[in-house]
């Protein structure tokens, strides 16, 4: 009985931690993550901790609500038999941002120089210009 308290104690206060994080204002940019974790503590003492985490490439964002749903399974409470079956992380639907023109002639160029390699089907100017703006071959000017 008090191992069942303790663990819903516990989702409800990680449910609203992370609430409380994604409320407070949507991630953006470079730091778009959801997590979540759920310990599930045996009657011998014993823990099992199941944790999850969701990222976003740069200019993409979670609007929330975010949602932490653990399922345990097959066991019976207060034993050393009980199981955390899966944990479900669902921050809602990934928004973006629109991204900003540069400013940077080169890029522009560089840009424009890869649509047409893409378009004409050439794959040696596709990687020329993927390597010099990696940096290989001593280039980097895409920085």
């Keep these: 009985m008090k191992i ?28 778009a993550a959801a997590r979540g974790a759920v310990t599930l503590v045996r009657a011998s003492g014993a823990s099992i901790s199941v944790s999850g ?17 653990p399922t345990y399974g097959a066991g ?13 992380v669902d921050p809602g639907t990934p928004d973006t941002t629109n991204l900003s023109t540069s400013s940077n002639p080169f890029v522009a160029s560089a840009a424009a120089a890869l649509d ?22 001593g280039l980097g000017g895409l920085e």
Excluded at 18 to 30: E, K
Excluded at 54 to 64: Q, V
């Design 116 to 137: 047409a390699a893409v378009t004409n089907n050439d794959i040696g100017a596709q990687a020329a210009i993927i390597r010099a703006g990696a940096g290989a071959n």
């Design 76 to 88: 019976t409470a207060a034993t050393d038999d009980e199981t955390i079956a899966t944990l479900e």
């Design 4 to 31: 069942s308290a303790i663990l819903k104690g516990s989702i409800c206060l990680l449910g609203l931690v992370s609430v409380g994080n994604i409320l407070a204002a949507p991630a953006s940019a470079n730091q």
């Design 53 to 69: 985490e969701l990222t976003l490439p740069n200019n993409a964002f979670f609007p929330g609500p975010l949602t932490i749903t």
